[in-house]
Structures are given as C-alpha cells and as structure tokens.
C-alpha cells in the first residue's frame, strides 16, 4: 500500500510507518546481537577450537552475500513491503535451528540460513526507509539505523543476562524468537510508504534526438549555432550552385598561413574568450 506525497505535512499514517520500520531494524540488531553473545556456550557445547568457531562464522557473511545479489530484485518483484514482512519472521525464526545444531556442519548450515534471510530483512527494510524519507523530506535514516544500535544493545544484554542464570542456548533463542515474532507481525500490516514522486507534467519527454541522448559522432555532425565556433563542412556540399571547398583542401591551408579556420588552438582561444566576457557580464549584472 503505498500514500500520495502531500508536502511536510505528515500524517498518522506516515508516523506509524516509521515506528513500524523501526520496529524491524530493532528486530534485527536483537535477534544477530543475541546468538553473538552467546558464542561462548555453542563453542563450549559442540567442542569447537578457536579455527573451527572462526570457520563456523565464516558461514554467516558467505550465506548473506549469496542473498544479497538477489534481495533487491526479489523486492523489485514482489514488492519490498511484502519481502519486509515474511523477512522480518523469518529471521528472528532462523535463531532456533542454530540452537539445535550438534556438530560443525550443522552449526554453519544454520548460520549460513540465518544469513540469508538477515541480508533480505537489511535490503528490504533499507528499501522501506529510503521510501519513508520521501514522505518526510528530511534525512530519517540516521534514526532508524539507531534503532539498530539500540536493539544490538538490548541482544547484548538477552545474552548476557541467560548466560549468568545458566539457561542455554536453545531456550534463550527460543523465546527470543517468539517475542521478536509477534513483534514483526505487529508491525508489518502498519507499514504504508509513500507513493515515488511522479515525474513534472511540464517536462518534455526525452527523444531519441535530444542532445543528451546522442553519441558524440551525432553531437559532431550537428550544424553550428551563434556563438559557436565554426565546424568544417563536408568535402562535396554544395552553396550556391558550387560545390564548396573543406577548410583542409591543400589551396585552403596555404592561404590561410598553414592552418585551417578551425584550428583547435583558435576554437579553444574563442571559446576562452567568449566565457570570460559572459562571467564579467554576470558579475556586472550582480553588482
């Protein structure tokens, strides 16, 4: 669902989409920040070395950029307000099969899925905030990325909290996934973006021979205007009944010392010039 820009007056409904979003953001700094803290047990409980842990992790970015390529087009296709929401229940569900593994393999298939869908929850609610700032017209991002901060502090403190009461891995996961769940149902039916700006009526549409769109061999065989320097007429073109010498035939270059009309250092000193007296034109104008 998406809301017509109406100016910086902002609506109820553009305010709620903001704490949505930021919703999502806190989902997500909680859920990463909560297995993260408690590394320490799933190394202690599978009997993994220091290489081994580090490969483990090595599964995480590997499974996030392998999602990362394809997120923004699934968000293209299928909307980013819908990727949004089956992301944000999907990876805070993501952190249970991580307290369920019991070996190394196990333990990098689980972080390599949790990477995954925790790289489409990023894109897709960075494609939701950017939409946001449309409708508000000021930079908001900078805020919701805090949401982000903040949320990696309160994971922080989940684990930290269940490690010093002795609850293991697979029960604090547990609950922490169905709160942030419900959060993420929550929030997703109150996410509305604005509608993209349409383009200006008065505006021209671009046309094939617009010169902003032509390749500079087009560019070069357009004729001169006032004001520019003079370009060189084809070898064969008729005026006035004759046909007309280029400046490069030999007779051309002898009579005129050597060089032709359209020598660069010519056109480039006209050129000079010609900006120069527009500037102290405009200055004069200003004063």
């Known amino acids: 669902m998406t809301l017509p820009i109406s100016g910086p007056t902002l609506g109820p409904e553009l305010r709620q989409s903001r704490v949505a979003v930021f919703g999502y953001f806190f989902v997500?700094?909680?859920?990463?920040?909560?297995?993260?803290?408690?590394l320490p047990a799933i190394k202690e409980s599978l009997h993994l070395s220091d290489g081994r842990l580090g490969l483990a992790l090595f599964a995480v970015p590997a499974g996030s950029v392998l999602t990362l390529a394809l997120s923004g087009r699934i968000a293209d296709r299928l909307g980013a307000?819908?990727?949004l929401r089956v992301a944000g229940v999907l990876c805070p569900a993501a952190l249970v099969p991580i307290g369920l593994a019991r070996d190394l393999v196990a333990l990098m298939a689980t972080l390599a899925v949790y990477g995954a869908v925790a790289g489409l929850l990023d894109v897709s609610m960075n494609a939701c905030a950017a939409r946001l700032e449309l409708g508000y017209e000021r930079p908001i991002m900078s805020s919701l990325h805090a949401g982000y901060s903040i949320a990696g502090l309160a994971g922080a403190g989940i684990g930290g909290l269940s490690a010093w009461l002795g609850i293991s891995p697979l029960p604090t996961f547990t609950v922490t996934a169905a709160a942030l769940i419900?959060?993420?149902?929550?929030?997703?039916?109150r996410v509305v973006l604005p509608a993209p700006p349409s383009a200006d009526p008065g505006s021209a549409p671009e046309r094939p021979g617009?010169?902003?769109?032509?390749?500079?061999?087009?560019?070069?065989a357009v004729p001169s205007r006032g004001g520019d320097p003079p370009r060189p007429p084809r070898e064969g073109t008729s005026t006035g009944g004759r046909t007309q010498k280029p400046p490069?035939?030999?007779?051309?270059?002898?009579?005129?010392?050597?060089?032709?009309?359209?020598?660069p250092p010519a056109v480039l000193a006209e050129a000079a010039g010609q900006f120069h007296a527009?500037?102290?034109g405009q200055g004069a104008g200003q004063w």
């Not at 902003?212 to 560019?219: C, G, H, L, T």
């Not at 035939?249 to 359209?262: E, I, S």
Request: net charge positive.
């Open 182 to 189: 419900a959060l993420g149902l929550l929030a997703g039916p």
């Open 210 to 220: 617009d010169p902003a769109r032509r390749s500079p061999r087009q560019i070069s």
């Open 278 to 280: 527009g500037q102290q």
């Open 248 to 263: 490069w035939h030999p007779p051309t270059v002898l009579a005129t010392g050597g060089r032709p009309p359209w020598h």
């Open 81 to 83: 307000v819908r990727v």
């Open 28 to 38: 997500l700094g909680v859920a990463t920040a909560t297995w993260a803290a408690r």
